[in-house]
């Protein structure tokens, strides 16, 4: 089914109808108590009658109203207080089925649905239709693990007689899981009748319903009344209702609207699309990072396949920086006449400067712009793909745009007339640059970034506005971008031109209980080879013992089977002895992780097809595909290199492959992270805004002179030295992988409910959007800032309930940082129970102590004592794991008083 907007006359429509229900409405709150007796004071509902609802979505939600088939697991959810309800639909059953076989052989009474080949609608007068609906659809239900029943007639019409047979269900049904609430379908027409077996009533479509072809369509407002009535006269009762109503995905402005009708009838609501497959419009709104990207062209208007997504510029020079602001960036190639998306289910826009369209295309792109403005969804230019005369002058009159977009003429002289500082470079200094000079000015009421003026050659003077932010989004022109360093503070004005579409907290992979990750990896390669140091020791051998015997940081190595066992070109067979034992020693050292690097480093990674690389003719393999590759090496490593204990945790593609999806997909399966091998160090100072971890990543060639053993021992000396949050590889990748998923829901003001898998344990968020208030919060274990930003630690559940104040918050202990993961078993205003493991001895740092108080503590077992300083800091030193259980106690003269 498809969802799409309301037209405008049944917007008319709506106007008049909220008009004439408000007192309606009002109403209906009169009498209403605030939870009917036996049922759960319920926050939120969720309503998904797919078989395979999103577990993610399942664990935001207090109520979620399932289909008894669905393939769920409950256990999660329990643990969260969460409760599922089946709707079982009474009337129906699916030809083949147990409830279709249990009917004929009881020769019960049905007939085929009109339009549905496989489903039948059952006689509700049969004598045996109670147990039957018990048989085939309550105990199956039930013995799934489902908290509360549904009873729904689907869509054939309610009579007297069915509804008198829904009574006896719901009667046997309460008699039979008396712990299991039990609600109705409020189309099925029933009132006071049902107090004595129901708690309550689920309303779907009270003010809208879906019509044709899945479109939505309002319904008749005498139908809308008579379901206001019902719900007024069941609340009165004490009895709770649930409504669904529907909107369009990418209209929020109308899910709002109504979540509010609902609200304002004393409905618990869920707003979502006439499938009822569990998309979330409603009243919990998903702050969308999703950023769509137009790049490339069409090839048979240029005449070339188009730059692939990663070597665009947004990717290159744009990419950290949005990924860092929590963005979820969609690549989409401008091919053909439909190279616009359908929807807009996404929460801005950027235009590559790649970006090539024909005439149409560009006429379509100009014509698109109202909608974004339509829907405050910002926009970013970053070159003009306008040509064509007629959609330029459309594009320059929809944004407010002036000059003629065209290259300046030979410019004489060129000077910076009016800039931000702010959200420039470091040091606030830009220069004035003639390349790529444009005739083009900002939008009148536009801030501008960074404007030049310049002179041509006849005294002629031209302006271009290099960077501004407008209404509608905003504009980056930096035609040296690719050639020479950025001029711009990227983060800052990213930030400032997403500033209206996006509020909340963001995943962070760069920082872990509060400090700078650090991971570090090595590709295979190199391994085999000799050294330039005395004696032509092998590079691997190099590496184990002038580097990585020094420092107790995790190192990921990766290793590759064919090179290992001497199966490439060139090898003799004698060097494998050799090279086994050395793989051995180095994952023998606790430090040392094990990675694969595949059999043969293969060039391209496509399924199905022969890719492993060149080998020699000693190779004992048949198989060359993507699973010798990965599997393959990865059990070969497991069997023959590594000590009891250990396990291969990580692929790592060799540096100069790209993995197919194809290969990615199938690591997953396994349950293996992967990443991408790379060269380079990222040890930069902690002072200013974490883009990105401190990252140890090169090769055993790396290591093959005593300048590069040098300088891998000085880049390994100032992590040792740094207050960093060391991982291993294959946890930094997981935590990657889980941002990625990361879903972020609002649930009022300075509240959100983040959903994840628990890998990724930071959220982050402006200074100046406050502190969380640890005693409402739920699975956050602390927060610390740096550089202006708020760092979020949580406790790597499923669930995370953020709320945040800007008064002072009222004392309870919280971490601040670790160097190390920090699993707490307890955690409230003066106590706390945890347990922390490393590599290195533990240093922690913990708050919300009283000012100069005192920390008690036993840290194994044996007691200690610490002092709080003014700001009721405690820093501990603890072993390298420690079960730590500490109470918060006043100033040693305060005690001595009480």
Known sequence: MHSASLTPRHQSHASGLLSKLGALCLLGLTGVSAM?????????????????????????????????????????????????????????FSTGSKAAMLSASRKMGSKPVDGKAQLRSIDLSDEHWVAWAIETMADPAAQKGFDGFVISLGEEPSTPVARAAVLSLATALRQRYHDKPLLLDLRMGHGIEAVPVAKGFLALGVFTREGKDGAMEWVPLAETQRVLRSIRTVQMQGMRVFGVDYAAADDRSACREAAQRLTSAGVLPFITTPALSGVNLGPLEESSRRVLVLHGWDEKHVGQKPTPASGTTTARVLGQSLEWLGCELRYRTASGTDFL???????????????????????????????????????????????DSAALHMAMQHLGMGGSTKPAPRLTKTQVVAMDSSLLGTNGRVSPRSLGFLDFTAPAEAHVVLAQSGLDAMGAEHRFDQAFLATWGGAWIEPAASAAPTQFNLPAFLARWMEAAQSGPVPDTTTREGRRVFYSHIDGTGFSTPSTLPGLPLCSEVLRDQVLSRYLLPVTVSVCEAELRAWLPGQ????????????????????IQAASNSLSRPATWTAGADISSQLNERANTARHDLPREIAGSMSYIH?????????????????????????????????????????????????????????????????????GVAALGRAFDTCASEPLHAMTAATYAASVRDARHTRVLSAGADRWIILNGGQCRTLRMPATAGVPDMARCQGVSGYNLHAGQLYIHTMGRQRTDLVLTRSVPVQHLRLAECSAQVEFLELNSRRATFQVCDLRPVEIVLAGFEPRGQCAYLENGRPYTAHADAQGIVRLDLTCRATVSLQSLPPAANAAMR
């Open 36 to 92: 009917a007796a036996d049922l759960p004071a319920y926050r939120s509902l969720f309503v998904d009658l797919s078989t395979r609802p999103d577990a993610r979505s399942l664990a935001a939600f207090d109520l979620c109203v399932l289909n008894p088939q669905a393939e769920v697991e409950m256990e999660p959810g329990h643990a969260l207080g969460n409760h599922y309800y089946a709707l079982l639909d009474v009337a129906h």
């Open 341 to 387: 998306p359908e929807d807009h289910d996404f929460t801005a826009v950027i235009l590559d400067p790649g970006l090539i369209l024909s005439a149409e295309q560009q006429r379509t792109l100009a014509s698109w712009l109202p909608s974004l403005q339509a829907r405050k969804i910002p926009l970013l230019l970053t070159s003009m793909p306008w040509n």
């Open 572 to 591: 003799p067979a004698t060097e494998a002895a050799r090279l086994e034992h050395v793989a051995r020693s180095l994952f023998e050292m606790p430090q």
């Open 639 to 707: 069997r023959r290199l590594l000590p009891t204990g250990k396990s291969v945790s990580l692929m790592l593609w060799p540096a100069k492959a790209t993995p197919s999806s194809e290969a990615v997909e199938y690591c997953r399966s396994m349950g293996i992270e992967n990443l991408q091998a790379g060269a380079g160090a990222t040890v930069s100072p902690d002072v200013t805004a974490r883009l990105e971890p401190a990252a140890l990543r090169f090769s055993f060639a790396d290591a093959r002179t005593e300048a």
